[in-house]
């Protein structure tokens, strides 16, 4: 293994977060968000500024929670069913919207790894499956052009890492950690119907 990564240097993995009996823990949740938003530094353009600060947002809106109420905090789905009985939504929109971002991340990077398309091709393709319908027709543009700004493939793997193999050998495990944590906190919003009207 040659040198480090930019998996083993962030501060925590969506791989080492515990998820017991279906619930995600919110400390290790929001560390491991932070350092995905870390990611989009690598991405090089000051395009994604847009998005690292709406997720930075949201993730704050959970702290937040988490400070004020700890006892009801101690996984996503306990805020999300505490805040519901309190009828004060903020720290479940900010985990909603937090969410799309996350998937639009995982389906983006799991397109390219999957392939050999550039980033702007594959980044371009999630945003149009999952966060464009979302957006207003002022918002669309500002996300579309950080999709044209990404770096080339072959610079932005670098990035992560000098030793492609064991970069994408990490990847694969922190993408799967990925989808498989947003895939449960989807399936919990729509169990319930906690993102109606957020």
Same mark, same amino acid.
């Given at each position: 293994?040659?040198?480090?990564?930019?998996?083993? *240097?962030?501060?925590?993995? /969506?791989?080492? $977060?515990?998820?017991?009996?279906?619930?995600? #823990?919110?400390? %290790?949740?929001? @560390?491991?968000?932070?350092?995905?938003?870390?990611?989009?530094?690598?991405?090089?353009?000051?395009?994604?500024?847009?998005?690292?600060?709406?997720?930075?947002?949201?993730?704050?809106?959970?702290?937040?929670?988490?400070?004020?109420?700890?006892?009801?905090?101690?996984?996503?789905?306990?805020?999300?069913?505490?805040?519901?009985?309190?009828?004060?939504?903020?720290?479940?929109?900010?985990?909603?919207?937090? *969410?799309?971002?996350?998937? /639009?991340?995982? $389906?983006?990077?799991?397109?390219?790894?999957? #392939?050999?398309? %550039?980033?702007? @091709?594959?980044?371009?393709?999630?945003?149009?499956?999952?966060?464009?319908?979302?957006?207003?027709?002022?918002?669309?543009?500002?996300?579309?052009?950080?999709?044209?700004?990404?770096?080339?493939?072959?610079?932005?793997?670098?990035?992560?890492?000098?030793?492609?193999?064991?970069?994408?050998?990490?990847?694969?495990?922190?993408?799967?950690?990925?989808?498989?944590?947003?895939?449960?906190?989807?399936?919990?919003?729509?169990?319930?119907?906690?993102?109606?009207?957020?």
């Amino acid at each position: 293994m040659s040198g480090s990564t930019f998996f083993t *240097t962030m501060k925590r993995s /969506f791989a080492d $977060v515990p998820v017991a009996d279906g619930k995600v #823990s919110t400390t %290790e949740f929001l @560390e491991a968000a932070e350092s995905l938003v870390s990611l989009f530094d690598l991405l090089g353009s000051a395009a994604f500024s847009v998005v690292q600060k709406d997720m930075t947002g949201n993730i704050k809106k959970i702290r937040d929670r988490q400070t004020a109420q700890p006892a009801v905090s101690v996984s996503l789905q306990d805020i999300v069913l505490s805040e519901k009985v309190e009828k004060n939504k903020t720290a479940t929109q900010g985990l909603l919207w937090l *969410t799309r971002g996350l998937q /639009f991340t995982a $389906v983006a990077l799991r397109k390219n790894i999957d #392939s050999d398309e %550039e980033l702007t @091709e594959s980044f371009t393709s999630a945003y149009n499956e999952t966060l464009i319908k979302f957006h207003s027709i002022v918002v669309r543009p500002i996300f579309k052009l950080a999709m044209k700004a990404t770096p080339y493939r072959k610079d932005f793997y670098a990035k992560l890492g000098s030793d492609f193999a064991v970069v994408k050998e990490q990847l694969l495990i922190w993408l799967a950690a990925l989808e498989n944590i947003v895939k449960i906190i989807q399936d919990f919003y729509a169990s319930g119907n906690y993102g109606k009207g957020l």
